[in-house]
């Protein structure tokens, strides 16, 4: 939505201070509203600085978009933010949806269709290069990306390899590609309900392809919106764009007990990580709230 590097860097700074498990991004070239300011960062090259001025939080992207950068390229740059993270990398990745972004930067987007089949191969593209044992080399001829003789390098450092997540509101696609791909599955801003739905579908696509579907992680991305009391919540509200009252579906807003009680519900859905969305990155003390008497109840 705009940010400089320090924004991020204070932020990603007090998540692990605060005791919070993970720092993750948009990965955006063009706000949504407001004036931008003063413009995008990059995901990947900001993840990398974050890498290396941050010790124990989880660092990834929710969703790093498939039109934005070749799969090869990619696999490497991720990679090496693992390495300078020392294996504290997620990587979550999308089919991209933005068409606006594209036009003002100057990247193709393809109609719906190919965007998923660019996405299909370059999960396969990047996991297989991750997973190419070293000494050996790499294949891939796909439709649209063609590899040969990779040495597949460089390879992620954590062990068990840096986590795939493959999110969405797709029935079809996006569940099989989340079953054969990823080790968590994400439903992006959307209420309780819908959530039930998609992880259900998951589930379901996971049996299909033979895969047990506990072995996948599900988790909900919200917005939040905290406050001691009904004044601080209204001027919390007021600063993104909210009303108290009038929270949109995928919004978790109120006092801490009332957060509490919603995100109670997306667990009841099935949600096993909760990732909340901070749209005022200025207001560190938002953070300091939420990790004193939110996180303490969820657990």
């Keep these: ?28 070239y063009l706000t949504m509203g407001g004036d931008g300011l003063p413009g995008p960062t990059d995901a990947w090259v900001s993840l990398g600085g974050l ?10 992207t929710l969703m790093t978009s498939a039109t934005f950068r070749l799969p090869g390229p990619l696999a490497i740059s991720v990679a090496q933010v693992d390495q300078m993270s020392g294996g504290r990398v997620e990587f979550g990745i999308g089919a991209g949806w933005f068409e606006a972004e594209h036009t003002a930067y100057g990247i193709p987007f ?17 996991s297989g290069l991750w997973g190419t044992p070293v000494g050996q080399t790499f294949d891939f001829a796909g439709p649209h990306y063609r590899l040969a003789d990779s040495p597949a390098l460089p390879k992620p450092v954590q062990e068990g390899g840096i986590p795939i997540i493959v999110g969405g509101h797709g029935a079809k696609r996006t569940p099989r590609l989340a079953a054969s791909y990823a080790a968590e599955f994400n439903v992006p801003f959307a209420g309780p309900e819908e959530n ?3 992880i259900a579908g998951v589930r379901t696509a996971c049996e299909e392809a033979g895969r047990d579907p506990a072995s996948m992680i599900y988790s909900s991305a919200v917005t939040v919106c905290v406050g001691r009391d009904d004044a601080e919540v209204a001027r919390r509200a007021a600063a993104i764009g909210r009303t108290p009252g009038e929270w949109g579906p995928s ?4 006092t801490p007990a009332q ?41």
């Design 1 to 28: 939505m705009g940010a400089t590097y320090d924004d991020l860097l204070a932020m990603a700074r007090r998540t692990e201070e605060t005791g919070f498990d993970a720092f993750f991004r948009s990965d955006h």
């Design 51 to 60: 890498a290396r001025e941050t010790s124990r939080i989880r660092l990834g």
């Design 110 to 126: 393809p109609p719906t269709g190919e965007r998923f089949d660019r996405l299909e191969e370059q999960l396969a593209v990047i």
């Design 196 to 198: 039930a739905r998609l």
């Design 251 to 254: 919004d978790v807003g109120g």
């Design 259 to 299: 957060v509490v009680d919603v995100l109670g519900r997306y667990a009841d859905a099935g949600a096993q990580r909760a990732y909340l969305q901070v749209l005022d990155l200025a207001d560190l003390d938002h953070l300091d709230l939420i990790a004193a008497e939110v996180a303490p109840q969820l657990s």
